[in-house]
T-cell receptor, first 110, second 115 residues
């Protein structure tokens, strides 16, 4: 059965530093992988997705994610964090249906 | 402004009452979805619809009913609300279905409290 895990409930980084939000997945076939961001009292906003091809996917707001099939991971990254990046981030995998991780709260401190 | 809207944004109800959450999208997307968001669980799919008059169960459908008489609307009804249904509910839509890589677009959510 498909599943996705976000091992960190909370990630704290200083503004200007690189950030990584981790995601691992489990599927039986080839996955479609997504990252969404949720700001307070808002719905989820699409950031990026991996379907096939280049393992490094670039998305909105300077975010990127690296698909690693051998490690079954799809970590979200940004070279230089902004305070405005503070939000709740969800990884999702779609094989049979859409499954979301529990979310990681990113806090970027000035 | 086009997009996907939900109403009400906030709702307080009592155990046993019927509650309907509304979802409306202006993109003419074929597929629509209802999720609930709970701490520690992320989002879980309740029901989805592939087109008008076509609906199917998701991961956590018990206690919920949906209908889709028009493409743009996808109401979610709690026939007899329970405290365990206290949650934030999100509606989403996309051009294609669950097995496609098509992006889903989410509404702003409805925060429901069942007393």
């Amino acid at each position: 059965a498909q599943s996705v895990a976000q091992p960190e409930d909370q990630v704290n980084v200083a503004e200007g530093n690189p950030l990584t939000v981790k995601c691992t997945y489990s599927v039986s076939g080839n996955p479609y992988l997504f990252w969404y961001v949720q700001y307070p009292n808002r719905g989820l906003q699409f950031l990026l997705k991996y379907i096939t091809g280049d393992n490094l996917v670039k998305g909105s707001y300077g975010f990127e994610a690296e698909f690693n099939k051998s490690q079954t991971s799809f970590h979200l990254k940004k070279p230089s964090a902004l305070v405005s990046d503070s939000a709740l981030y969800f990884c999702a995998v779609r094989e049979v249906d859409m499954r979301f991780g529990a979310g990681t709260r990113l806090t970027v401190k000035p | 402004d086009a997009g996907i809207t939900q109403s009400p944004r906030y709702k307080i109800t009592e155990t046993g009452r019927q509650v309907t959450l509304m979802c409306h999208q202006t993109w003419s997307h074929s597929y629509m979805f209802w999720y609930r968001q709970d701490l520690g669980h992320g989002l879980r799919l309740i029901y989805y619809s592939a087109a008008a008059d076509i609906t199917d169960k998701g991961e956590v459908p018990d206690g919920y009913v949906v209908s889709r008489s028009k493409t743009e609307n996808f109401p979610l009804t709690l026939e007899s609300a329970t405290r365990s249904q206290t949650s934030v509910y999100f509606c989403a839509s996309s051009d294609e279905g669950l097995k496609s890589p098509e992006t889903q677009y989410f509404g702003p959510g409805t925060r429901l409290l069942v007393l």
